[in-house]
C-alpha cells in the first residue's frame, strides 16, 4: 500500500492505511530516541521554499534515526532559484541525488508538480494554504495516542480555519473516521466551501459556531491553529479577526478534565502559556510525536 508512494493530499489515504502507519509509528516509538539503521545507504532530500521548524527537523531527524542521510536546503537564498531556476529543474536535480524529496511551498500544487517530474517519491512538507497531509497524519495519531481510539470523539477547530493548511488536511483525514467536528471561528475564517462540501459529503459530522464557551464542554480535542497574518491578503481585514480567541486556565474550567489541546505550532498568543501546565496540554508531544510518525512513514515508502 506504501512502497514508493506520493504523499500529496490527505485525500489520498484510506483508514486501513491510516492505521498501519499508526501502528508502524507507535512501533518507530522506542526508536525516536535512538537509531533503527534500516535506511543506511539511502538518502532524503528536503526542498523547503519556506521556513519550518517542526516538520523539517522532524523528518531530517527520523531520516537520520533510521539509519539514512539528508540533503537539502532551507529557503531558495543560496541556490539555483535565485539565478531563476524553475521548481521542476530543482525537483529534477533533487530527484538525481536522493530516494525521497519532501518538499515545502508556498504555492498550492508544488508537491504534485514535483510528483509529475520526479521519480523518486515525493512528500508534501506543506504547500500553500491547502494541504499538510503528514500535519494531518501527525494529528490524528497524537488523538490515537492519547485516547486509544478516535471514533465517536468530538473535536474542536478553533481560530484560523480558513488559512490553515493543517485544519483543511485533518479534516479531510477525520474523513476516515466516525467523529464530530465542531468549527469554532469568526465567520470570514471558516474553512474554504470546497473543503466544507468535500468532507460533507464524506459523510462528515461538522457543526459551527463563533463563540467557544457555547461548545468547549462537549469537546475531548480541541485543535488550535493561530490567526496565519501571512496568509492575508489585506491587512485591515487581518486587524479585523486577530486576537479573536485565547485559550485560558479560566476557559478551561468549563471543559471536560480529559479534554486535550493540540496546536501544530508555532503558536503566537492564541494559548496562554499558563495552559502549558495543565493536563490539557499535549501540544509538545504532539511535536515530539512527528520523528516516530514521520519514521513510520519514510519507512514505509522506502522498504
Do not use: C
Not at 537564498?77 to 531556476?85: I, L, N, R
Not at 468530538?154 to 484560523?160: T, V
Not at 480541541?222 to 480567541?245: A, C, H, N, T, W
Amino acid at each position: 500500500m506504501w512502497r514508493n508512494r506520493d504523499v500529496i493530499s490527505a485525500r489520498d489515504f484510506t483508514r486501513p492505511e491510516l492505521e498501519e502507519l499508526f501502528e508502524t509509528a507507535r512501533y518507530m516509538e522506542k526508536y525516536s530516541k535512538g537509531r533503527l539503521d534500516v535506511m543506511r545507504g539511502k538518502i532524503m532530500a528536503v526542498a523547503f521554499f519556506e521556513p519550518s521548524t517542526r516538520t523539517r527537523l522532524s523528518f531530517e531527524v527520523a531520516m537520520k534515526r533510521l539509519g539514512g542521510d539528508v540533503v537539502g536546503f532551507w529557503g531558495a537564498e543560496g541556490t539555483s532559484v535565485e539565478k531563476g531556476e524553475t521548481l521542476a529543474d530543482t525537483i529534477r536535480m533533487l530527484d538525481a541525488y536522493s530516494d525521497v524529496i519532501v518538499i515545502r511551498h508556498r504555492y498550492e500544487g508544488a508537491a504534485k508538480l514535483a510528483a509529475e517530474v520526479a521519480e523518486s517519491p515525493i512528500i508534501n512538507g506543506g504547500d500553500g494554504a491547502f494541504n499538510h497531509p503528514t500535519q494531518a497524519m501527525l494529528d490524528v495519531y497524537t488523538i490515537w495516542r492519547e485516547f486509544g481510539y478516535v471514533d465517536g470523539l468530538n473535536i474542536g477547530l478553533l481560530g484560523d480555519l480558513r488559512h490553515a493548511r493543517t485544519v483543511n488536511s485533518l479534516l479531510e483525514i477525520l474523513t476516515n473516521f466516525n467523529v464530530k467536528v465542531h468549527l469554532i471561528s469568526p465567520e470570514y475564517l471558516r474553512p474554504r466551501t470546497e473543503t466544507i462540501d468535500y468532507v460533507q459529503s464524506k459523510g462528515l459530522k461538522l457543526s459551527f459556531y463563533t463563540n467557544v464557551e457555547e461548545v468547549i464542554g462537549e469537546l475531548d480535542v480541541m485543535y488550535v491553529v493561530r490567526i496565519q497574518k501571512e496568509r492575508f491578503i489585506d491587512p485591515l481585514e487581518y486587524e479585523k479577526v486577530k486576537g479573536s480567541y485565547r485559550v485560558t486556565p479560566d476557559m478551561l474550567r468549563k471543559a471536560k478534565k480529559t479534554l486535550i489541546i493540540l496546536h501544530p505550532l508555532p503558536r503566537v498568543d492564541e494559548i496562554d502559556p499558563r495552559v502549558d501546565a495543565t493536563s490539557h496540554a499535549k501540544y509538545f508531544r504532539q511535536a515530539a510525536l512527528g520523528v516516530p510518525l514521520r519514521m513510520a512513514l519514510i519507512y514505509l515508502i522506502l522498504s
